[in-house]
């Protein structure tokens, strides 16, 4: 067993140690809120559990109190037999009901309620930590400015058509201010304008509107965009524009002999302003044994690069070179961050509701891609910023997706009690079993069927991806690695 596989094995282990203490985490601040108020509030609590299921752990405390960890990591719970008794997901309360004394309206209410506001309370204390230390994002994830415009793009059924940027006009440099009338501060609110887009025109086709500045005048235009991609998400066929720099470049290679070196930012191809890795694949030529200039600042100077084109495979004059941006680090306020957060978790809601929408079920992400966005984060540059970022994200999400009124969720409960405070009456017991017996299994098909077309189907999908990206690398490595044929 080598050093590097221990190595690998271990941090990934510590890694998965991280997702689980913070996504844990998470889960449990939720239930704390409830296990607290309801003792304030002077509820009979039987057991607290993180995860469903059968206990991996677990302890009765002097308080009377089951403490356990359970083997279904789908959430938690706290059960109270006064506010909502639910065998089906918590097991058999031993504790007799009806000599319990009754709960008002009031204290069901601030129960229900005290898990999301503990979950948002959680987000705002890490996104005041993240407010001090910044938040590092990349200049293509800040920008609003267009640096490439697709020409052609692919549908689903493979047919080759003009890109909707390409068809409208729209143009490398351009300034988006706006989406549909809602303003644009980042590339992440221009591709949230796009995909969770809903407007259509009165034939049915998908409309955009932009709000375009070019060269100090403003104007809107209108954009049909298509389906396409693995997501089959709305797109239009632009790239963010960012600046183009030199990380590293290994000794002995195309890039090193170019004359490449760290920081260079490179600036244009033959007088074409570079905007980004994709126009700068772009500016190359595909003409084997074409003459042309890289343009590169250089600290304070520039510098111009001869070079001859290597043809159909141009990328390959920067093999041995490591591009990165520019990365600022953003001080949002708690507030800026949760707002932004919020907004954005509408957009998926309402684009997923709306009859115009194009968002499903499978393009939602589960336990699965919750667990890889941790993942993704860990493997950062940065990752004790991104982790911290992501369970804010986790927290303000789970506060909003159980108050929605859907019953076995504490919205739902809010709901059914709201509904027995207006009648003035309770609900019949069989009728709330019931209920939420028939909204458990449908909430666990959405999450299996979430798991298996949304985040075991992208794992596939990008382990094909790689695997392809890794073998087309070989196969150009290996002819570079060829020698020229010798002259006759």
């Known amino acids: ?89 918590e097991g058999e309360s031993e504790v007799e009901v009806a000599n319990l004394p009754p709960i008002s309206y009031t204290t069901k209410v601030l129960v229900l309620v005290a898990g999301a506001v503990f979950n948002v309370i959680f987000a ?114 632009i790239d963010a524009a960012y600046a183009v720099l030199i990380k590293n470049v290994q000794p002995n290679t195309p890039g090193a002999h170019l004359g490449l070196l760290p920081g260079d930012q490179l600036t244009a191809v033959d007088g ?3 905007w980004g890795l994709p126009s700068l694949s772009a500016a190359l030529s595909s003409t084997k044994g074409t003459a042309q200039v890289l343009t590169v600042r250089r600290g304070t100077t520039e510098a111009r690069l001869p070079f001859v084109s290597p043809g159909a495979e141009s990328t390959q004059l920067f093999r041995g070179v490591e591009f990165t941006t520019n990365w600022q680090l953003l001080h949002q306020t708690p507030l800026a961050q949760v707002k932004m957060i919020l907004t954005n978790t509408l957009q998926t809601f309402g684009a997923l509701l709306h009859p115009q929408g194009d968002i499903g079920l499978q393009n939602l992400s589960g336990f699965i891609g919750i667990g890889r966005g941790f993942w993704d984060a860990l493997k950062s540059d940065h990752p004790a910023n991104f982790v911290l970022w992501f369970t804010v994200m986790i927290n303000i999400s789970l506060a909003f997706f159980n108050l929605l009124p859907i019953p076995v969720l504490d919205g739902g409960h809010i709901l059914l009690a ?34 298996v077309f949304g985040d075991i189907r992208r794992l596939v999908n990008d382990y094909r991806a790689d695997a392809q990206t890794k073998e087309a690398a070989a196969v150009q490595e290996k002819k570079a690695a060829e020698p020229a044929p010798a002259g006759k």
Do not use: C
């Not at 510590?14 to 889960?27: C, Q, R």
């Not at 200049?139 to 689903?156: D, H, Q």
């Open 1 to 89: 067993m080598s050093f590097d596989f221990l190595t690998s094995l271990f941090s990934n282990l510590w890694a998965i140690f991280l997702i689980i203490v913070f996504f844990g985490g998470s889960i449990f601040v939720h239930e704390l809120g409830h296990f607290l108020v309801a003792r304030r509030r002077g509820l009979k609590v039987t057991r607290f559990s993180i995860g469903f299921g059968p206990a991996i752990w677990k302890r009765t405390a002097k308080d009377g109190v089951e403490y356990r960890l359970s083997w279904i990591p789908l959430g938690g719970y706290v059960a109270l037999p006064q506010l909502a008794d639910m065998p089906a997901l």
């Open 272 to 274: 074409k302003p570079v």
């Open 418 to 451: 709201t509904v027995a405070k207006l009648r003035g009456r309770p609900l019949p017991m069989n009728f709330i079993l019931t209920t939420q017996s028939v909204f458990m299994v449908l909430l666990l098909v959405m999450m299996l069927y979430v798991t």
């Open 124 to 237: 705002f204390g890490l996104a005041t930590v993240l407010w001090s230390v910044g938040r590092p994002e990349p200049e293509n994830v800040t920008s609003t400015r267009i640096g490439y415009v697709i020409e052609k793009m692919a549908l689903p059924d493979k047919t080759i058509v003009p890109s909707p940027a390409a068809k409208a006009d729209l143009r490398e440099g351009d300034n988006i201010l706006a989406i549909d009338g809602t303003a644009v501060h980042s590339w992440l609110d221009v591709l949230n304008g796009i995909v969770f887009g809903t407007r259509t025109d009165a034939t049915g086709e998908r409309i955009s509107v932009f709000t375009i500045e070019r060269n100090g005048v403003t104007r809107d235009f209108t954009i049909n965009p298509i389906r396409t991609g693995e997501e089959n998400f709305r797109k239009v066929g």
